[in-house]
C-alpha cells in the first residue's frame, strides 16, 4: 500500500511539472506594453530598485557556479551585471588561466569540471571575504582568493570519494569546507558487481581541513557511510555548531532505474554529523588507512553520526541563523519539515531510535520535527532573512514560498519565470542575514528572453524582499548553469588591483628591460621577459628545435588595468599578465621557423605594435 501511495504520488508530481511547462513555454506580452497605470508604477519601483548609476557601485557581491563550465561567475546586486568570470576547472583564454604553467599544474589532466556549491569564508557565521571554495565532480575542491579573484589551489581528485556533488559546506570559522560522495563505490575502488551494491558500495562523507591563514586545504578524515546519495549540506551555526547536515536520497539502496526504484519509502534521511567527535576519534587513532586516507568506519566507532528521516528525496538542508532549526525539503513531498536541534540532542541522549542503517542509529521522526510548514509543491531549497523570515524554493509550483520561523504561516508566494532550482539571498547563509534581496536560480528559461536557438541561457530573477509581499524586479539571462550562489555585502571584500612589486618573489622575475634575455642549460632555454607598454623586451629571441623552453614575462607596470598578454602564434600560447605579476609558459619548440609573438590584451595606443619574433633553428 506504501509503495502504490509513492507512486501514485510521483505520478501526481509528474502531471504537474508537464503542466507547468506548458504554461510556462508560450511567450507572454510584455508587461510594460500591456498594462496599466498600476503595472508602469510597479515596473516604475522595480527599475528604481536595480539602477545603478554610471559611476556608482553594487551593495554586494553574488557568485554564482557555473556548472559545467567549471567557473564563478560574479554579478553585482541590485543591478545583476556581469562583474567578471572566475575560470576554476577549465581552461578559459579571455584571462590566459590553464596555459601557463602555474594554472596548467593546477588543472592537471582534467580540463572540465562540474561545479555546484561555491562557499565564502566564515568568521563567527558571518562571511568574511577572504576566500571562495568550490566544489567538483570528479571529486575536487578549489579555493579562490577574493584578494585577486584567482584560484589559487585545486585539491584532488580525493581518494575514496566519488561524484563530489554535497560540497563546499564550509563550517562556521573556517574550520572545514565539507564533502560527500553522490555516487557510492565499493572502498577502496575494486571492480565489484552493481548486484551487490546494497551491502559492497560505501558512500564517504570527508573533512577538509583550511588553514586559518593562508587557506591551504588538507584532507584531513573520511567516514565511510552507507551507500546513499548524498546531495547538499549545511554546517550547524550558533546552537548547533559543531554538527554538518547533508541530505541523501536513494536509502532504497536501489540501481537502475532509480526514478522508480529509489522511490520506495515514504522518507529518505539527513545525515547529522558530529565532526568534533570526528577530530576526537582521529585523535585517537581510530579508523583505517584507505589509499593514503585515515577513513573511519560509522558502523565500528558509534556517535559520530545520526540518520533524521526526512520527506522523501530531499535537496536541502538548511539551517537557521539560530542553529537550532534544521530546515529538509523533499523534492516529492508538498510540506518542508523543521526539526529543532535540541529536540535532536534529547533523542540522542535518550536513544530515542526507530532503528539503524549500518549501524548509524536513525531517530524517531516525531521526536525530533517542530513542524511540517505547507510552502508548496516541490520544495528544494530553504534562504534566511531578517525577523525569522524563511525562503523556500517550489520546483514544481514555480515559485518561492515566504514563510514565517517559530509560527510556520506560509504568507506569500512568487511566481518564477520557470522551474527554479536553488536560490540565494543577500548574506542568507550567515547568523546575520540582510533581508533585502533574493536571487531565484532558474533552471530553464524559454520565452523570456530573444532567441538564440536551441541552446537556451540560464534565468536568475532578482527580487525585492524588504516588505511583506516579494516582488520580482529584474530577469537577468547568465552561462550554464547556475546551480546556487552566495552573496556577500560589498565593503566585506578588499580586492587588490595591482600586484605590489614588493610582493612579487617569483625567481624570474626581472624588474628592467636590462635584466632581460634568454639562458641555456643543454637543451633547456629560459626566456626572461618585461612586458610593459608598449614593448615586450626581448623583442626577439632564438631557440633549437626541440629545445624545452621557458618564457617568463613580467608586467612591471603599476597602473589599474594595465593587463598585458603573451600570445605565440602556432604553439597554442595566450597568457595574461596582470600588473605586478610574473607567469611561466614552457613549451617544447616543435616547429622550426619564424614566429611571432604580441601582447593579446589591449593596452595603449601603441598596443598593435607591442609584438616580437621567436626563431626556430
Known amino acids: 500500500m506504501e509503495s502504490q501511495r509513492s507512486h501514485a504520488w510521483a505520478r501526481v508530481l509528474i502531471l504537474a511539472v508537464a503542466a507547468a511547462a506548458a504554461t510556462q513555454c508560450t511567450p507572454s506580452r510584455p508587461a510594460s506594453r500591456a498594462g496599466g497605470a498600476a503595472v508602469q508604477s510597479d515596473l516604475a519601483l522595480a527599475a528604481q530598485r536595480t539602477y545603478v548609476a554610471p559611476g556608482d557601485l553594487d551593495e554586494y557581491y553574488m557568485f554564482s557556479s557555473g556548472g559545467h563550465s567549471g567557473s564563478v561567475y560574479v554579478y553585482g546586486l541590485p543591478s545583476m551585471r556581469h562583474l567578471v568570470t572566475i575560470p576554476v576547472y577549465t581552461p578559459y583564454p579571455a584571462t590566459g588561466y590553464g596555459f601557463d604553467d ?251 531510535f526507530t532503528g539503524e542503517e549500518d549501524g548509524i542509529p536513525v531517530l524517531k521522526y516525531e521526536s525530533i520535527k517542530d513542524a511540517e510548514v505547507p510552502v508548496g509543491l516541490g520544495p528544494l531549497h530553504t534562504q534566511f532573512g531578517t525577523d525569522d523570515w524563511a525562503y523556500t524554493s517550489l520546483f514544481v509550483d514555480s515559485a518561492i514560498a515566504k514563510w514565517k520561523l517559530g509560527t510556520w504561516e506560509v504568507v506569500d508566494k512568487a511566481p518564477m519565470s520557470y522551474s527554479i532550482g536553488h536560490l540565494a539571498a543577500a548574506e542568507g547563509d550567515t547568523v546575520s542575514p540582510d533581508g533585502n534581496y533574493l536571487v531565484g536560480l532558474n533552471k530553464l528559461s524559454h520565452g523570456r528572453h530573444l532567441s538564440v536557438g536551441p541552446s537556451q541561457p540560464e534565468s536568475s530573477q532578482l527580487l525585492d524582499i524588504t516588505e511583506e509581499k516579494m516582488k520580482l524586479l529584474y530577469d537577468a539571462f547568465t552561462e550554464p548553469e547556475p546551480h546556487y550562489a552566495q552573496i556577500i555585502k560589498a565593503d566585506k571584500v578588499k580586492p587588490i588591483e595591482v600586484y605590489p612589486k614588493e610582493e612579487n618573489k617569483h625567481p624570474l622575475a626581472v624588474w628592467d628591460v636590462n635584466q632581460t634575455g634568454v639562458t641555456r642549460n643543454g637543451n633547456r632555454v629560459t626566456v626572461k621577459m618585461v612586458a610593459v607598454r608598449s614593448t615586450l623586451t626581448p623583442t626577439d629571441f632564438e631557440v633549437n628545435e626541440g629545445d624545452i623552453v621557458t618564457v617568463a614575462i613580467t608586467n612591471i607596470e603599476q597602473t589599474t588595468d594595465e593587463l598585458h598578454g603573451f600570445g605565440l602564434l602556432d604553439y597554442n600560447i595566450n597568457v595574461v599578465i596582470d600588473p605586478g605579476e610574473t607567469k611561466t609558459v614552457t613549451f617544447t619548440a616543435k616547429k622550426s621557423g619564424v614566429f611571432a609573438y604580441y601582447c593579446t590584451n589591449f593596452c595603449s595606443a601603441l598596443h598593435q605594435e607591442m609584438q616580437g619574433y621567436m626563431v626556430v633553428k
Open 102 to 352: 602555474d594554472s596548467k599544474k593546477m588543472l592537471g589532466e582534467l580540463t572540465w569540471g562540474d561545479a555546484h556549491h561555491p562557499a565564502l569564508s566564515e568568521t563567527k557565521g558571518d562571511y568574511d571575504g577572504r576566500w571562495l571554495f568550490i566544489n567538483e565532480m570528479n571529486g575536487r575542491i578549489a579555493r579562490i582568493d577574493l584578494r585577486d579573484f584567482k584560484t589559487k589551489q585545486i585539491l584532488g581528485p580525493i581518494p575514496n570519494l566519488h561524484g563530489n556533488h554535497a560540497s563546499s559546506f564550509v563550517t562556521p570559522n573556517t574550520e572545514y569546507a565539507m564533502m560527500a560522495t553522490r555516487f557510492s563505490r565499493p572502498v577502496p575502488n575494486r571492480p565489484v558487481g552493481v548486484d551487490r551494491y546494497a551491502t559492497e558500495y560505501k558512500g564517504i562523507i570527508a573533512g577538509i581541513k583550511i588553514d586559518p591563514q593562508s587557506g591551504e586545504m588538507s584532507l584531513a578524515w573520511q567516514l565511510l557511510m552507507p551507500p546513499f546519495d548524498y546531495d547538499l549540506g549545511d554546517a550547524g551555526k550558533n546552537a548547533s555548531d559543531g554538527w554538518m547536515f547533508f541530505t541523501s536520497y536513494n536509502t532504497e539502496r536501489a540501481t537502475g532505474k532509480l526514478e522508480v526504484t529509489a522511490s520506495q519509502r515514504d522518507r529518505d534521511y539527513i545525515a547529522a554529523v558530529d565532526w568534533r567527535a570526528v577530530e576526537k576519534a582521529v585523535a585517537s587513532g581510530a579508523g583505517e588507512m584507505i589509499d593514503g586516507v585515515r577513513v573511519i568506519d560509522t558502523k565500528r566507532v558509534p556517535g559520530l553520526v545520526y540518520l533524521m528521516p526526512c520527506g522523501k528525496s530531499p535537496h536541502g538542508v538548511d539551517v537557521a541563523p539560530n542553529g537550532n532549526w534544521i530546515v529538509g525539503s523533499g523534492k516529492l513531498q508538498g510540506v518542508t519539515t523543521v526539526f529543532n536541534f535540541e529536540k535532536v540532542q534529547t533523542a540522542i541522549r535518550n536513544k530515542d
